[in-house]
């Protein structure tokens, strides 16, 4: 089955670092989102994906679908205290179909 | 961004009690809806996938007999975990896809604990 590798599986950066994260796929995917969940919560959609090397912006969050169509980065500049929880990448190859999702990066920001 | 409602948000129960879990979208329709299990620490893990009017599709290992899905309307889906134990504890999180823009969108999640 479909598989997505994410990386680093947690890092600890100090508040105002930039922090960059990744997934890769064994397959092609047409969709790649990116998710932020905090504990107890459900996740929370960061941005979504639908172009080989299209790079999306939402406020200090960047990602990039890649032109293999086998991987995505995120990146968040100048991390905030807020910025603290666990990012997930997420994607899929049909639209409705449910989606594959990688084991998260658990992000802790030192103040 | 659409709204996808989950509720209860925290249960406990008794062993061999069983458990209701609501699935709406609010703003939205959806024919489909999708159901996930998730244990501390860890990723997301489909359990099914909820077809309005038709059986839910059951990921493998996962017991149709013990999680119970009905979507009888387009805004509802119900997932009912029968004859609970504690081993069912867990987090569970229902997502339903908006049509035309390709974007899943997730309730907040149930936390069960099987006493």
């Known amino acids: 089955g479909q598989q997505l590798n994410q990386s680093p599986q947690s890092m600890f950066i100090q508040e105002g670092e930039d922090v960059s994260m990744n997934c890769t796929s064994s397959?092609?995917?047409?969709?790649w989102l990116w998710y932020k969940q905090d504990p107890g919560e459900g996740p929370v959609l960061l941005i979504a994906l639908y172009k080989a090397g299209e790079l999306t912006s939402n406020g200090r969050l960047t990602a990039q679908f890649g032109i293999t169509r086998k991987d995505s980065f995120l990146n968040i500049s100048a991390s905030i205290p807020s910025d603290v929880g666990i990012y997930f990448c997420a994607g899929r190859t049909l639209w409705n179909t449910p989606l594959v999702f990688g084991k998260g990066t658990r992000l802790s920001v030192i103040a | 961004g659409a709204v996808v409602s989950q509720h209860p948000s925290w249960v406990i129960c008794k062993s061999g009690t069983s458990v209701k879990i609501e699935c709406r979208s609010l703003?939205?329709?959806?024919?489909?809806m999708f159901w996930y299990r998730q244990f501390p620490k860890q990723s997301l893990m489909l359990m099914a996938t909820?077809?309005?009017?038709?059986?839910?599709?059951?990921e493998q290992g996962v017991e149709k007999d013990k999680f119970l899905i009905n979507h009888a309307s387009l805004t509802l889906s119900t997932l009912t975990v029968t004859s609970a134990h504690p081993e069912d504890s867990s987090f569970y999180i229902c997502s339903a896809p908006l049509a035309g823009v390709d974007i899943q969108y997730f309730g907040a999640g149930t936390r069960l604990s099987v006493l």
């Open positions: 909820s077809n309005e009017g038709s059986k839910a599709t059951y």
């Open positions: 703003d939205f329709q959806a024919t489909t």
């Open positions: 397959s092609i995917f047409n969709t």
